[in-house]
């Protein structure tokens, strides 16, 4: 800019005094310079030099006091938008100044009666920026980390080798969120092989993510390439960003509310996450290292006894879609096929495959769930006696008949329902049961109907009807069961209060 206004003064003394012809030439040359249009570079170079050039003030049509009407109109019509707003400004006008609630001036009233719909808005937007829920995401590190962070879709993953993860955190809060710190879970799927790590985390936070990656780095018997997350905080950080620069990992991100791009960890979140946990509420220390004695022995048993699908191909024929899938197969034997994993990679999977038993892995997680299962139902844990092998054999008899009980994971059963022992309605006896009770004891074999008959004639207004009678029937006859046991028990009880024979 200010090379500019150099050489428009500069050529203003000579355009000013060269002839037609030679005008030509210096407006041809300063416009292929300036890029200026032809009519404005005429403009420039006729002032005057040193010829003041100040800011023209622009001519506000509407002032403070329109604002300030406008906003009252706003308010009185419930905050509705420009457009709407713009169409019900006559009719409150009219119905405000009729009731005695406005008075205004004919200059002001006429300006609002012909504001536009972007006019208004453009003059509501500071009041509208100070109510709650109306402000713009806020910007600053975390948005920019999230730009620089590249974007990967579910269509971008292609057939990459193993080691790149979809990673997601479940909260363990028992349905709707509400305050409180609840333990979390970091879940990683591998892409290529299905092979999920699940880590226990405390709260949720970005450093216990951290810890998370480190954790499951170790466990996991290949390297990790890569990690792919939406747009959480937990992972939109400075400290995951570093992190995974410094040890080289691949990091993108899903786009905003677009789960589809994380179909592999979503899957796994409900298939091995929730299946296994349940949808109690965790909170706390214990609980946490209970969620993560379950992990370490349902790891080994989801990535080596536990075949999955996996998607092969997806064609859409107009709203049908047609998705071929994959044999089943378990993470564990993914990897042994797969020509990208090394072959000392290899035979440590197959040694280690050998030496797992999945009953007694089976066995960990039941003992496992239970005690989730305490801490969500109670809050308290219950220690139970370590497995033996005589426990695991008797844990697999039990496997022959464990359908007939129902659920058999913990975490999914049902808590039992406290017995309902209280009145929902008002007892209709309530004041003629002891004479009734009289009755029954001067004649125990008189039947409920005619019992039914001497409360009518005698009480007309609460038992003409006889409408209680099925409930007379009932509680006469668990009268009679209790004097029977009453009996039964005197008996009892008597000859266990008489002395003993010597």
């Known amino acids: ?4 206004k150099e050489l428009v003064a500069a050529l203003q003394l000579r355009y000013g005094s060269a002839t037609f012809g030679e005008r030509i030439k210096i407006l041809d040359e300063f416009v292929a310079l300036t890029g200026y249009h032809r009519k404005h570079a005429i403009r420039l170079l006729r002032e ?5 050039t100040g800011t023209r003030e622009r001519n506000r049509l509407y002032d403070e006091a329109v604002r300030q009407a406008l906003t009252v109109l706003w308010e009185a019509a ?31 009233k006429a300006k609002l009666l012909q504001i536009s719909a972007a006019t208004i808005d453009r003059l509501l ?28 879709t579910f269509a971008d993953w292609r057939d990459p080798p193993p080691g790149f993860f979809e990673i997601g955190l479940v909260e363990h809060c028992g349905g709707p969120k509400t305050d409180g710190d609840f333990v979390h879970t970091l879940t990683l799927t591998d892409i290529a092989s299905g092979w999920t790590e699940c880590v226990a985390m405390r709260v949720r936070n970005q450093m216990l993510v951290i810890e998370g990656f480190e954790k499951a780095a170790a466990d996991l018997p290949f390297a990790m390439l890569g990690v792919d997350s ?11 960003l570093d992190y995974c620069k410094g040890r080289g990992l691949v990091q993108t991100r899903s786009r905003a509310y677009k789960k589809n791009d994380q179909a592999w960890v979503e899957q796994k979140n409900g298939a091995v996450v929730r299946r296994l946990v349940g949808y109690g509420r965790l909170s706390g220390v214990d609980a946490r ?15 080596f006894f536990q075949p999955s699908f996996k998607l092969k191909a997806k064609t859409r024929d107009g709203a049908r879609v047609h998705k071929v899938y994959l044999a089943p197969a378990t993470p564990c034997d993914r990897l042994l ?12 999977l197959k040694a280690q495959f050998k030496g797992l038993d999945p009953v007694r892995l089976l066995q960990e997680m039941r003992t496992a769930q239970q005690t989730l299962s305490d801490f969500a139902a109670h809050g308290v844990r219950a220690e139970a006696a370590p497995a033996g092998r005589a426990d695991v054999a008797v844990f697999l008899s039990s496997l022959s008949s464990a359908w007939k009980e129902g659920e058999a994971r913990p975490t999914h059963r049902k808590q039992p329902k406290a017995k309902h022992w209280w009145r929902s309605r008002v007892d209709p006896f309530a004041d003629a049961w002891p004479l009734i009770e009289g009755w029954l004891i001067a004649e125990p074999s008189v039947p409920a109907n005619v019992l039914m008959d001497r409360l009518a004639a005698m009480f007309p207004e609460a038992y003409a009807s006889q409408a209680q009678l099925r409930t007379l029937q009932r509680r006469v006859k668990a009268w009679r069961a209790e004097r029977v046991k009453e009996l039964i028990l005197g008996g009892l009880r008597k000859s266990a209060d008489a002395p003993a024979e010597v």
């Open 78 to 108: 419930d905050r509705v938008c420009g457009k709407r707003l713009k169409a019900l400004i006559p009719k409150l006008v009219d119905a405000m100044e009729r009731h005695g609630h406005l008075d205004l001036d004919p200059v002001v």
């Open 337 to 348: 096929a797969h020509d990208s994993v090394e072959p000392a990679i290899k035979e440590k």
């Open 289 to 303: 290292n209970a969620l993560a004695q379950l992990y370490a022995s349902s790891r080994l048993y989801i990535n």
């Open 125 to 152: 937007a500071n009041a509208r920026a100070h109510i709650d829920g109306q402000r713009k995401r806020r910007t600053g590190v975390g948005s920019a980390i999230r730009r620089s962070i590249p974007v990967r």
């Open 1 to 4: 800019m200010t090379t500019r």
């Open 48 to 52: 005057e030099p040193g010829a003041a």
């Open 230 to 240: 939406d747009n959480d905080s937990a992972f939109m950080n400075q400290s995951v």
